[in-house]
């Protein structure tokens, strides 16, 4: 059975940085993809970053581009998010969701599998 698992949020200061983690367990991610979504109440789910295993090239939201980062370790099967000079507007719970597709998008419903999420406090 396949389970995402994420790590590592919490709350920082504007300008800070924190690393996200997402385990995977019944999931290869070199034979799939996956992606990190943000969301804050009342809004639709946002989508971060993706990677795919047709390319291994990653994708960014025009909001978060040159202060995120996703990495993958394959070996750990393990992927992760460090974010960077974070703002206010970055507050959210962050997910991480997998597809067995090997194109990666950044639509939510084009992922299969969630993890339970993680809750990301931008604030002074």
């Known amino acids: 059975q396949l389970q995402l698992v994420e790590s590592g949020g919490g709350l920082v200061q504007p300008g800070g940085s924190l690393r996200l983690s997402c385990a995977a367990s019944?999931?290869?991610?070199?034979?799939?993809?996956i992606a990190w979504f943000r969301q804050v109440p009342g809004k639709e789910r946002e989508g971060v970053s993706c990677?795919?295993?047709?390319?291994?090239?990653?994708n960014y939201a025009g909001s978060v581009k040159g202060r995120f980062t996703m990495s993958s370790d394959y070996a750990k099967n393990t992927v992760y998010l460090q974010m960077n000079s974070l703002k206010p507007e970055d507050t959210a719970v962050y997910y991480c969701?997998?597809?067995?597709?090997?194109?990666?998008?950044?639509?939510?419903?084009?992922?299969?599998?969630w993890g339970q999420g993680t809750q990301v406090t931008v604030s002074s």
């Open positions: 969701a997998a597809t067995t597709a090997t194109l990666a998008t950044m639509t939510a419903s084009w992922y299969e599998y």
């Open positions: 019944g999931f290869t991610f070199d034979a799939g993809s």
């Open positions: 990677i795919g295993s047709a390319d291994r090239s990653t």
